[in-house]
Structure formats: C-alpha cells, structure tokens
C-alpha cells in the first residue's frame, strides 16, 4: 500500500481537523485527519449513517467545542480517537480508520 504524503504536524494547531482528497487513486479517496495534542487519527470522510461527506466547511470537521467529529448533515458527534459515534442517526456505528504514520513531523496516510 503507498504513502501518501498528507501535511506536516506543526502546520494543524493543537486541535485542529484537515480534509484531503486523494486522487491517486480512481475513484479519489476522501480522508481526514484530526489532531488532537499529541494524537492524530484519520478516516474516511463518510459519515456512516448515509456516507455523506462529514466536514461542515472546508477543513472543519470538529464541534464548535472541539471536543468531537461532528457530522454536517444530521449532526452526529463521533469520539475523536476511536471514531465511534456517540450521538445521533448512527449511534453505535464508528468511522473507517485510515492508517497513518508520522515520520519526522510529517504526516502520512497508508492506503
Ligand atoms: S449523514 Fe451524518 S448524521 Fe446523517
């Protein structure tokens, strides 16, 4: 599976989200990372409950109170480190993980 290239760490604040598209593939993949302090974890950005995209606004994918991955359609709040869903349309259900590594301050998705 490639490497791709997705930002370095120090370019997202302490929590902060970033969308990306990946057209290296056919069809593209739409990912997302978010940071939270020292953790970053991605997935998909497919909302399980109709695999809309999750971000409210370019980049924005967290609850005003960054305290969760909030979904723009129906508003459902998923648990940042686990990507469960813990309110909402699909409670229960969780994101797909995308496996990411940090190698030199650089952020990279394993796809
Ligand atoms: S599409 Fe995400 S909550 Fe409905």
């Known amino acids: 599976m490639p490497l791709i290239k997705l930002c370095k760490i120090n370019e997202l604040t302490e929590v902060d989200s970033r969308g990306f598209v990946i057209s290296e593939f056919s069809p593209e993949r739409n990912i997302f990372i978010v940071r939270n302090y020292d953790v970053v974890v991605a997935y998909e950005n497919s909302c399980p409950h109709n695999f809309a995209p999750l971000d409210w606004a370019p980049d924005v994918f967290l609850s005003d109170d960054k305290e969760f991955i909030q979904c723009a359609s129906h508003g ?33 998705a394993d796809l």
Do not use: H, K, M, R
């Open 76 to 108: 459902a709040l998923f648990e940042i480190d686990n990507g469960q869903c813990i309110y909402g349309p699909c409670i229960g259900q969780s994101l797909t993980t995308v496996n990411i590594s940090i190698d030199d301050g650089v952020i990279y």
